[in-house]
Protein backbone atom coordinates (compact mmCIF):
# COMPACT_ATOMS: atom_id res chain seq x y z
CA UNK A 1 0.00 0.00 0.00
CA UNK A 2 0.84 3.53 -0.51
CA UNK A 3 -0.78 5.78 1.62
CA UNK A 4 -0.58 9.60 1.73
CA UNK A 5 -1.74 11.13 4.73
CA UNK A 6 -1.76 14.95 4.35
CA UNK A 7 -1.82 16.98 7.63
CA UNK A 8 0.67 14.91 8.86
CA UNK A 9 2.02 16.79 11.05
CA UNK A 10 -0.94 17.88 12.77
CA UNK A 11 -1.93 16.59 15.74
CA UNK A 12 -4.10 13.60 14.40
CA UNK A 13 -2.17 13.10 11.25
CA UNK A 14 1.06 12.51 13.37
CA UNK A 15 -0.37 9.76 15.58
CA UNK A 16 -2.24 7.99 12.42
CA UNK A 17 1.00 7.79 10.60
CA UNK A 18 2.29 6.06 13.57
CA UNK A 19 0.02 3.80 13.43
CA UNK A 20 -0.05 3.27 10.09
CA UNK A 21 3.47 2.29 10.09
CA UNK A 22 2.40 -0.67 11.59
CA UNK A 23 1.37 -2.66 8.94
CA UNK A 24 3.61 -4.36 7.05
CA UNK A 25 4.48 -3.94 3.22
CA UNK A 26 3.14 -0.46 3.47
CA UNK A 27 4.81 3.04 2.61
CA UNK A 28 3.57 6.51 3.95
CA UNK A 29 3.74 9.65 2.41
CA UNK A 30 2.99 12.62 4.46
CA UNK A 31 2.48 16.09 3.34
CA UNK A 32 1.70 19.47 5.06
CA UNK A 33 2.12 23.33 4.77
CA UNK A 34 3.72 23.79 7.96
CA UNK A 35 1.28 26.68 8.26
CA UNK A 36 1.80 28.66 11.87
CA UNK A 37 -2.10 28.39 13.43
CA UNK A 38 -0.60 27.19 16.21
CA UNK A 39 3.32 26.66 17.29
CA UNK A 40 5.34 25.18 14.06
CA UNK A 41 7.78 23.93 16.93
CA UNK A 42 5.53 20.86 17.61
CA UNK A 43 4.52 20.41 14.18
CA UNK A 44 8.81 19.67 13.01
CA UNK A 45 8.88 17.92 16.05
CA UNK A 46 5.83 15.17 15.33
CA UNK A 47 7.56 15.03 11.34
CA UNK A 48 11.09 15.04 12.82
CA UNK A 49 9.68 11.84 14.86
CA UNK A 50 8.21 10.57 11.95
CA UNK A 51 11.15 10.44 9.51
CA UNK A 52 13.22 8.56 11.60
CA UNK A 53 11.34 5.48 10.48
CA UNK A 54 11.22 3.25 7.65
CA UNK A 55 8.81 3.40 5.20
CA UNK A 56 7.81 7.35 5.91
CA UNK A 57 8.30 10.36 3.69
CA UNK A 58 7.64 13.55 4.40
CA UNK A 59 6.95 16.61 2.18
CA UNK A 60 6.21 19.93 2.96
CA UNK A 61 3.11 20.44 0.07
CA UNK A 62 0.24 23.32 0.13
CA UNK A 63 -2.47 20.94 -0.93
CA UNK A 64 -3.78 24.43 -2.67
CA UNK A 65 -1.56 24.01 -5.00
CA UNK A 66 -3.61 21.49 -7.35
CA UNK A 67 -0.73 20.99 -9.76
CA UNK A 68 2.48 20.21 -6.98
CA UNK A 69 0.45 18.09 -4.99
CA UNK A 70 -0.95 16.22 -8.21
CA UNK A 71 2.46 15.25 -9.46
CA UNK A 72 3.60 14.35 -6.08
CA UNK A 73 1.30 11.70 -6.25
CA UNK A 74 1.35 10.04 -9.61
CA UNK A 75 5.15 10.13 -8.95
CA UNK A 76 4.72 7.97 -5.87
CA UNK A 77 2.06 5.61 -6.86
CA UNK A 78 -0.37 6.33 -4.08
CA UNK A 79 -3.09 4.61 -3.77
CA UNK A 80 -5.20 5.27 -0.35
CA UNK A 81 -5.65 8.53 1.13
CA UNK A 82 -6.15 9.73 4.27
CA UNK A 83 -7.29 13.46 4.04
CA UNK A 84 -6.78 15.24 7.26
CA UNK A 85 -5.00 18.42 6.61
CA UNK A 86 -7.46 21.21 7.00
CA UNK A 87 -7.90 24.78 9.09
CA UNK A 88 -9.08 23.36 12.29
CA UNK A 89 -11.13 24.81 14.96
CA UNK A 90 -14.34 26.38 16.12
CA UNK A 91 -13.27 29.76 17.78
CA UNK A 92 -10.80 30.82 15.12
CA UNK A 93 -13.74 30.54 12.53
CA UNK A 94 -15.82 33.21 14.24
CA UNK A 95 -12.66 35.58 13.78
CA UNK A 96 -10.66 34.40 10.89
CA UNK A 97 -13.63 32.72 8.65
CA UNK A 98 -11.50 33.35 5.22
CA UNK A 99 -8.90 30.91 6.65
CA UNK A 100 -11.20 28.13 6.27
CA UNK A 101 -11.80 28.32 2.21
CA UNK A 102 -8.83 27.18 0.91
CA UNK A 103 -7.55 24.92 2.50
CA UNK A 104 -11.13 22.85 3.40
CA UNK A 105 -12.93 23.59 0.21
CA UNK A 106 -10.62 24.70 -2.38
CA UNK A 107 -7.72 21.86 -0.99
CA UNK A 108 -10.57 19.58 -0.57
CA UNK A 109 -11.71 19.87 -4.20
CA UNK A 110 -7.83 19.10 -5.23
CA UNK A 111 -8.10 15.98 -3.16
CA UNK A 112 -10.90 15.03 -4.74
CA UNK A 113 -9.25 15.83 -8.05
CA UNK A 114 -6.62 13.64 -8.25
CA UNK A 115 -8.67 11.03 -6.03
CA UNK A 116 -10.08 10.61 -9.48
CA UNK A 117 -6.97 10.92 -11.43
CA UNK A 118 -5.03 8.43 -9.92
CA UNK A 119 -7.98 6.02 -9.16
CA UNK A 120 -7.34 5.53 -5.61
CA UNK A 121 -8.79 2.56 -4.02
CA UNK A 122 -10.25 4.73 -1.04
CA UNK A 123 -10.19 7.93 -0.16
CA UNK A 124 -11.00 8.79 3.94
CA UNK A 125 -10.98 12.09 5.19
CA UNK A 126 -11.77 14.21 8.59
CA UNK A 127 -14.76 15.75 8.71
CA UNK A 128 -16.10 16.62 12.59
CA UNK A 129 -19.22 16.10 14.68
CA UNK A 130 -19.65 19.92 14.75
CA UNK A 131 -21.55 19.18 11.31
CA UNK A 132 -24.75 17.71 13.64
CA UNK A 133 -25.23 21.40 14.95
CA UNK A 134 -28.29 22.38 16.02
CA UNK A 135 -29.04 18.45 16.51
CA UNK A 136 -29.91 17.62 20.01
CA UNK A 137 -31.28 13.66 19.50
CA UNK A 138 -28.90 12.22 21.50
CA UNK A 139 -26.42 10.10 20.95
CA UNK A 140 -25.57 11.49 17.60
CA UNK A 141 -25.90 8.62 14.77
CA UNK A 142 -25.06 8.75 11.24
CA UNK A 143 -28.21 8.16 9.76
CA UNK A 144 -30.07 11.08 11.37
CA UNK A 145 -29.81 14.55 9.51
CA UNK A 146 -26.74 16.65 10.21
CA UNK A 147 -27.83 19.55 7.87
CA UNK A 148 -27.49 22.79 10.86
CA UNK A 149 -24.12 23.77 11.05
CA UNK A 150 -23.64 26.60 13.35
CA UNK A 151 -20.12 28.07 12.08
CA UNK A 152 -18.14 28.24 9.24
CA UNK A 153 -15.84 25.15 10.88
CA UNK A 154 -18.22 22.88 10.56
CA UNK A 155 -20.29 24.13 7.21
CA UNK A 156 -16.73 23.39 5.33
CA UNK A 157 -17.11 19.85 6.81
CA UNK A 158 -20.09 19.50 5.74
CA UNK A 159 -19.57 21.05 2.56
CA UNK A 160 -16.88 18.37 2.29
CA UNK A 161 -19.29 15.48 2.60
CA UNK A 162 -21.73 16.27 0.33
CA UNK A 163 -18.77 17.01 -2.28
CA UNK A 164 -17.05 13.86 -1.50
CA UNK A 165 -20.73 12.40 -1.95
CA UNK A 166 -21.31 13.64 -6.17
CA UNK A 167 -17.80 12.84 -6.51
CA UNK A 168 -18.08 8.93 -5.11
CA UNK A 169 -21.38 8.98 -7.15
CA UNK A 170 -19.81 10.46 -10.22
CA UNK A 171 -16.71 8.52 -10.50
CA UNK A 172 -17.05 5.36 -8.53
CA UNK A 173 -14.86 6.56 -5.76
CA UNK A 174 -14.50 4.37 -2.46
CA UNK A 175 -14.80 7.49 -0.05
CA UNK A 176 -15.54 7.74 3.59
CA UNK A 177 -15.86 10.60 6.00
CA UNK A 178 -15.14 10.21 9.51
CA UNK A 179 -16.95 12.43 11.72
CA UNK A 180 -14.34 13.01 14.84
CA UNK A 181 -15.68 13.68 18.51
CA UNK A 182 -12.89 16.42 20.47
CA UNK A 183 -9.98 14.28 19.70
CA UNK A 184 -7.55 14.33 22.94
CA UNK A 185 -3.91 13.50 23.66
CA UNK A 186 -0.49 13.63 23.88
CA UNK A 187 0.70 16.16 20.68
CA UNK A 188 -2.39 17.55 21.16
CA UNK A 189 -3.17 20.99 19.58
CA UNK A 190 -2.30 23.93 21.62
CA UNK A 191 -5.23 25.72 20.73
CA UNK A 192 -7.88 23.15 22.35
CA UNK A 193 -8.91 22.90 26.11
CA UNK A 194 -7.04 20.31 27.17
CA UNK A 195 -3.34 22.03 26.18
CA UNK A 196 -4.60 25.04 27.44
CA UNK A 197 -5.96 24.25 30.83
CA UNK A 198 -2.63 22.15 31.86
CA UNK A 199 -0.22 25.01 30.48
CA UNK A 200 -2.53 27.76 32.55
CA UNK A 201 -2.73 25.60 35.62
CA UNK A 202 0.84 24.73 35.71
CA UNK A 203 1.87 28.55 35.14
CA UNK A 204 -0.65 29.53 37.86
CA UNK A 205 -2.74 31.27 34.97
CA UNK A 206 -6.59 31.31 35.05
CA UNK A 207 -8.17 29.12 32.66
CA UNK A 208 -10.88 29.98 30.62
CA UNK A 209 -14.07 28.10 31.11
CA UNK A 210 -17.38 28.93 28.63
CA UNK A 211 -20.70 27.83 29.52
CA UNK A 212 -19.80 28.02 32.97
CA UNK A 213 -18.58 24.28 32.96
CA UNK A 214 -22.16 22.93 31.53
CA UNK A 215 -20.67 21.38 28.13
CA UNK A 216 -19.94 17.82 27.88
CA UNK A 217 -18.62 16.38 25.56
CA UNK A 218 -17.73 12.80 23.71
CA UNK A 219 -13.65 12.94 24.53
CA UNK A 220 -12.03 10.20 21.80
CA UNK A 221 -8.19 9.37 22.70
CA UNK A 222 -5.58 9.79 19.51
CA UNK A 223 -4.82 6.67 19.88
CA UNK A 224 -8.39 5.17 19.27
CA UNK A 225 -8.94 7.37 16.20
CA UNK A 226 -5.14 6.42 14.86
CA UNK A 227 -6.15 3.14 15.39
CA UNK A 228 -9.59 3.59 13.84
CA UNK A 229 -8.61 4.98 11.24
CA UNK A 230 -6.38 2.32 10.35
CA UNK A 231 -8.96 -0.14 9.80
CA UNK A 232 -11.39 2.72 7.99
CA UNK A 233 -8.78 2.49 5.16
CA UNK A 234 -9.37 -1.03 4.53
CA UNK A 235 -13.05 -0.80 4.84
CA UNK A 236 -13.65 -0.06 1.45
CA UNK A 237 -17.47 1.08 0.99
CA UNK A 238 -19.25 -0.48 -1.36
CA UNK A 239 -22.79 0.86 -3.08
CA UNK A 240 -25.99 -0.19 -0.96
CA UNK A 241 -27.92 -1.71 -3.68
CA UNK A 242 -31.03 -1.28 -0.67
CA UNK A 243 -30.51 2.35 -0.48
CA UNK A 244 -34.08 3.80 -0.65
CA UNK A 245 -34.47 6.71 -2.44
CA UNK A 246 -38.06 7.18 -1.10
CA UNK A 247 -36.59 7.48 2.11
CA UNK A 248 -32.63 8.52 1.76
CA UNK A 249 -30.35 7.03 4.94
CA UNK A 250 -27.81 10.36 5.39
CA UNK A 251 -25.34 7.75 5.94
CA UNK A 252 -25.55 5.34 3.11
CA UNK A 253 -25.70 5.82 -0.61
CA UNK A 254 -25.82 4.50 -4.26
CA UNK A 255 -22.71 5.20 -4.17
CA UNK A 256 -19.65 3.30 -2.37
CA UNK A 257 -19.77 6.37 0.27
CA UNK A 258 -19.91 6.10 4.01
CA UNK A 259 -19.89 8.33 6.99
CA UNK A 260 -18.70 7.28 10.40
CA UNK A 261 -18.75 8.83 13.59
CA UNK A 262 -15.62 8.45 15.42
CA UNK A 263 -16.11 8.51 19.44
CA UNK A 264 -15.88 7.05 22.31
CA UNK A 265 -19.39 6.71 23.28
CA UNK A 266 -19.23 8.37 26.59
CA UNK A 267 -20.38 11.48 27.45
CA UNK A 268 -17.87 13.77 29.97
CA UNK A 269 -18.93 16.93 31.68
CA UNK A 270 -16.22 20.16 31.07
CA UNK A 271 -16.00 20.23 35.04
CA UNK A 272 -14.98 16.83 35.66
CA UNK A 273 -12.87 17.03 32.71
CA UNK A 274 -10.97 19.58 34.64
CA UNK A 275 -11.28 18.26 38.05
CA UNK A 276 -8.98 15.36 36.58
CA UNK A 277 -6.59 17.57 35.23
CA UNK A 278 -5.92 19.18 38.46
CA UNK A 279 -5.72 15.73 40.02
CA UNK A 280 -2.99 14.71 37.48
CA UNK A 281 -1.23 18.05 38.18
CA UNK A 282 -1.90 17.91 42.12
CA UNK A 283 -2.78 22.08 41.78
CA UNK A 284 -6.42 23.95 41.62
CA UNK A 285 -7.55 25.93 38.70
CA UNK A 286 -8.20 29.48 38.82
CA UNK A 287 -11.73 29.26 36.87
CA UNK A 288 -12.60 32.09 35.16
CA UNK A 289 -16.69 31.15 34.75
CA UNK A 290 -17.94 32.61 31.11
CA UNK A 291 -20.95 32.10 29.34
CA UNK A 292 -21.41 29.77 26.47
CA UNK A 293 -19.60 30.85 23.12
CA UNK A 294 -21.79 31.75 19.78
CA UNK A 295 -20.91 28.69 18.09
CA UNK A 296 -20.08 26.77 20.36
CA UNK A 297 -22.12 23.05 21.09
CA UNK A 298 -22.95 22.66 24.46
CA UNK A 299 -22.69 19.20 24.16
CA UNK A 300 -21.90 15.70 21.90
CA UNK A 301 -22.09 12.24 22.74
CA UNK A 302 -22.40 9.94 19.32
CA UNK A 303 -23.42 6.24 18.82
CA UNK A 304 -20.67 4.06 18.53
CA UNK A 305 -22.77 1.57 17.01
CA UNK A 306 -21.52 1.80 13.72
CA UNK A 307 -18.16 1.47 14.77
CA UNK A 308 -18.74 -1.44 16.86
CA UNK A 309 -20.78 -3.08 14.00
CA UNK A 310 -17.66 -2.81 11.79
CA UNK A 311 -14.82 -3.36 14.11
CA UNK A 312 -16.32 -6.12 16.60
CA UNK A 313 -16.80 -3.89 19.74
CA UNK A 314 -13.99 -1.57 20.01
CA UNK A 315 -12.63 -0.14 23.10
CA UNK A 316 -12.20 3.15 23.61
CA UNK A 317 -9.57 4.43 26.31
CA UNK A 318 -11.34 5.92 29.39
CA UNK A 319 -10.49 9.43 29.70
CA UNK A 320 -8.73 9.50 32.97
CA UNK A 321 -5.61 7.14 31.16
CA UNK A 322 -5.61 9.69 28.63
CA UNK A 323 -5.52 12.46 30.02
CA UNK A 324 -2.65 11.39 32.69
CA UNK A 325 -1.02 10.08 29.25
CA UNK A 326 -1.50 13.46 28.14
CA UNK A 327 -0.24 15.15 31.36
CA UNK A 328 2.80 13.12 31.10
CA UNK A 329 3.64 13.77 27.82
CA UNK A 330 3.13 17.48 28.21
CA UNK A 331 5.97 18.00 30.98
CA UNK A 332 8.51 15.84 29.23
CA UNK A 333 8.00 17.86 26.43
CA UNK A 334 7.95 21.12 28.18
CA UNK A 335 10.45 20.92 31.08
N1 LIG B 1 -8.72 17.44 16.93
C1 LIG B 1 -10.03 17.32 16.95
O1 LIG B 1 -10.67 17.24 18.03
C2 LIG B 1 -10.83 17.25 15.67
C3 LIG B 1 -12.23 17.09 15.76
C4 LIG B 1 -12.97 17.03 14.59
C5 LIG B 1 -12.35 17.08 13.36
N2 LIG B 1 -11.00 17.25 13.28
C6 LIG B 1 -10.39 17.29 11.95
O2 LIG B 1 -9.32 16.36 11.90
C7 LIG B 1 -8.28 16.84 11.05
C8 LIG B 1 -6.95 16.88 11.80
O3 LIG B 1 -7.11 17.75 12.92
P1 LIG B 1 -5.96 18.03 13.97
O4 LIG B 1 -6.59 18.19 15.28
O5 LIG B 1 -4.87 17.05 13.77
O6 LIG B 1 -5.49 19.47 13.48
P2 LIG B 1 -4.04 20.06 13.20
O7 LIG B 1 -4.23 21.52 12.97
O8 LIG B 1 -3.10 19.64 14.27
O9 LIG B 1 -3.63 19.33 11.86
C9 LIG B 1 -3.95 19.81 10.57
C10 LIG B 1 -2.66 19.90 9.76
O10 LIG B 1 -3.00 20.32 8.44
C11 LIG B 1 -2.00 21.21 7.99
N3 LIG B 1 -2.57 22.07 6.95
C12 LIG B 1 -3.49 23.06 7.10
N4 LIG B 1 -3.74 23.65 5.93
C13 LIG B 1 -2.97 23.00 4.99
C14 LIG B 1 -2.77 23.16 3.59
N5 LIG B 1 -3.42 24.10 2.90
N6 LIG B 1 -1.90 22.33 2.96
C15 LIG B 1 -1.24 21.37 3.65
N7 LIG B 1 -1.36 21.19 4.98
C16 LIG B 1 -2.22 21.99 5.64
C17 LIG B 1 -1.59 21.99 9.22
O11 LIG B 1 -0.28 22.55 9.10
C18 LIG B 1 -1.67 20.92 10.32
O12 LIG B 1 -0.41 20.33 10.55
C19 LIG B 1 -8.75 18.19 10.54
O13 LIG B 1 -9.36 18.00 9.29
C20 LIG B 1 -9.76 18.63 11.57
O14 LIG B 1 -10.70 19.52 11.05
C21 LIG B 1 -10.23 17.33 14.40
Known amino acids: MKILVTGAAGFIGYHTCLSLLKKKNTKIFGVDNIN ?21 YFKKIDITNFKLLKNYLTKKKINYII ?3 AQAGVRHSLKKPRDYIDTNLIGFFNILEISKIINVKHLVFASTSSVYGLNENFPFKENRIADHPIQLYAATKKSNEVMAHSYS ?8 GCRFFTVYGPWGRPDMALFKFTKNIIENKKIDVFNNGNHTRDFTYCDDVAKLLSKILLKIPKKNIRFDKKKPDPSTSLAPFDIINVSSGKQVKLTKFISEIEKNLKRKAKKNFLPLQIGDIPDTLSSKKKINSYFKNFKSTNYKVGINNFIKW ?3 YYK
Open 83 to 85: HLA
Open 330 to 332: YKS
Open 169 to 176: YLFKIPIT
Open 36 to 56: NYYDTKIKLDRIEILKKKKNF
